[in-house]
């Protein structure tokens, strides 16, 4: 199988800028043959409001898919049409397409979870990536969350070991509730060679992580390994997700993840804002940096996406994300 990863987490402490730069690249194989935006949104006492542009000078489709984490992660989606340098503002509350009739999709008022626009793509084909985005997320007590849609650059080549992630973290001027989330998504051929992202098979879909914090003397705390997965706390796969992240897979060590879902938050003092999961309970530290050590991968994981969001309790609000691809081929055996 072809695996391409990681999450890398940075956070700041202000919002993201509203750009990326589009690539070049040569579409590989198959089940990695994608080039896509993606961002988390969240209805949950929120408004979520994704921005897509065409930076390139010919008309393209995009082909925008919404995963909702709290209907076992089901796929909604419809496709819109750009003309050249156009931009279009998707309300999530209310979507429509870019020439302002209905998009077909509608959520339900407490959906969460990822959106993926992308332009389809055939194998073998020499292409631009003519797509940037951003998410903007607002919080019904006045908080903000945006960032840069993050995408992976079709074709770059990454070594073989795999990183880790690092993003810090602190309480300062308010900063009390954290979003921490880890996105897994497959890649498929549907239909004349034409690819898009997936997450049918959301059992093998999944980055277990080991995680540590350090404080500001540089003092280790071991945490837990959890999983990053399409999942809430009613999803009936989540054993079978932990089973599977406990035994050794691919080229990977050993992983003994307590707990799968989709978002975190970072411990005792900065916990997640919906009440989630924290990656490291009984953690008292209000300052300092998490780690993330990738212990396992689903047999289905082409690509791993990582988020941070932090509320700093003044309104603004901070959201950032990084990664980085890989698409060297995995021989499980």
């Known amino acids: ?103 077909g999709v509608v959520l339900p008022d ?73 996105i897994a998504l497959s890649t498929d051929s549907v239909g004349e060679g034409i690819f898009e992202a997936t997450l049918d098979n959301v059992l093998g879909t999944w980055v277990a992580v080991d995680v540590d914090i350090i404080n500001n003397n540089e003092v280790l705390f071991s945490c837990r390994d959890v999983v990053f997965s399409c999942v809430d706390e009613n999803n009936p796969l989540i054993e079978e997700i932990l089973t599977q992240a406990s035994q050794g897979g691919f080229i990977f060590e050993r992983s003994s993840a307590s707990v799968a879902r989709y978002e975190y938050g970072i411990n005792n003092v900065i916990p997640n804002s919906k009440g989630g999961e924290l990656l490291c309970p009984g953690n008292i530290i209000p300052e300092g940096e998490v780690i993330l050590t990738i212990e396992n991968i689903g047999e289905e994981t082409d690509a791993a996406f990582g988020y941070v969001g932090l509320n700093n309790g003044n309104g603004r609000g901070s959201f950032d994300s990084f990664f980085t691809d890989n698409f060297f081929d995995i021989d499980p055996s």
């Open 1 to 103: 199988m072809r695996t391409l990863t990681l999450i890398l987490l940075i956070t700041l402490i202000f919002p993201a800028s509203n750009t990326l730069s589009g690539g070049f690249g040569i579409v590989p194989e198959t089940d990695n043959a994608g080039i896509f935006l993606i961002v988390p949104f969240d209805l949950r006492d929120r408004e979520s409001f994704f921005q897509i542009t065409n930076v390139d000078s010919s008309s393209q489709t995009v082909h925008v898919q919404i995963y909702n984490v709290a209907n076992l992660c089901n796929e909604n989606n419809f496709f819109d049409a750009y003309t050249p340098n156009d931009t279009h503002i998707y309300n999530l509350r209310n979507i429509l397409t870019n020439d302002t009739n209905p998009s």
């Open 110 to 182: 407490d959906a969460y979870g990822i959106i993926v626009a992308s332009v389809p793509v055939n194998e073998g084909m020499e292409i631009f990536q003519p797509l940037i985005g951003n998410i903007r997320i607002n919080d019904n007590l006045g908080y903000e969350y945006r960032t840069n849609a993050i995408t992976n650059s079709v074709g770059v080549p990454f070594d073989e070991q795999f990183p880790t992630a690092y993003f810090n973290y602190n309480s300062e001027s308010g900063v009390v509730l954290s979003d921490v989330f880890g």
